[in-house]
């Protein structure tokens, strides 16, 4: 594996899509996803300049952020929440992507130690209606959008989606567009200024960023196949 030049080719993919529509350079947030690589593959990347990095699983992602406190990366945590880890979730991470229960923001909200200040959070959206995922269906949105907007040790950022694979570029971009649409109508509504957009990996980022992701989730495309 070449971290290097896999970086810069997602670096160089990431910046075209960036100009082809019109976008600020820069405006994209690349967040290494590296859970199932490891501490040396993590330090590398940053050592390359990459200082945001997600993780999945929290029992993983302690030990790495233990092994790597000297190191100043901001971690983001991108996996399913069950409450008893959102103790260590709350205290160890700067962003969650993955809230799509009250509950385990409410928890969150608690165990945030203050010193800390507010935990950046997006709420996961299922667009498609599939069982098997977390995420909640746009409708309820508005309910939770509201509730977790008024914890104060929290800070509603945006929105997060895992669409399925979709090989048609265009029902892609429509998926991907449908979160955008719904980030604008959430703060209109509730008057939020949610900003972000976490959409898009390693299949299918180019796309995203054209129908306005602000953060990509890329994994393999940057270190290759997972450790199992
Ligand atoms: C694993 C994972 C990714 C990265 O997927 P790749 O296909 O390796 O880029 C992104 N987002 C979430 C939520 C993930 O669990």
Known sequence: MNLHQNLKQIKQLITQAEVECGRDHGSVLLLAVS?????????????????????????????????????????????????????????????????SRLKIAECLNEFRPLNLGPLNICLQINLVDEKTKSGISPEYAVELARAVSQLPHLKLRGLMTIPPP??????????????????????????LDMDTLSMGMSSDFVTA????????????????ERQK
């Open 35 to 99: 859970k199932q690589q490891s501490i040396e593959a993590i330090n590398e990347l940053f050592q390359l300049g990459v200082t945001h990095f997600g993780e999945s699983y929290f029992q993983e992602a302690q030990q790495k952020i233990n092994a790597l406190q000297s190191v100043p990366i901001c971690w983001h945590f991108i996996g399913p929440i069950q409450s008893n880890k959102t103790k260590g979730i709350a205290a160890l991470f700067h962003w969650v992507h993955s809230i």
């Open 166 to 191: 979709q090989h048609d570029p265009q029902i892609q971009y429509a998926l991907f567009n449908e979160l955008n649409q719904l980030m604008h109508s959430l703060n209109q509504e509730l008057g």
């Open 209 to 224: 960023i054209k129908a306005g992701a602000t953060i990509v989730r890329i994994g393999q495309g940057l270190f290759g």
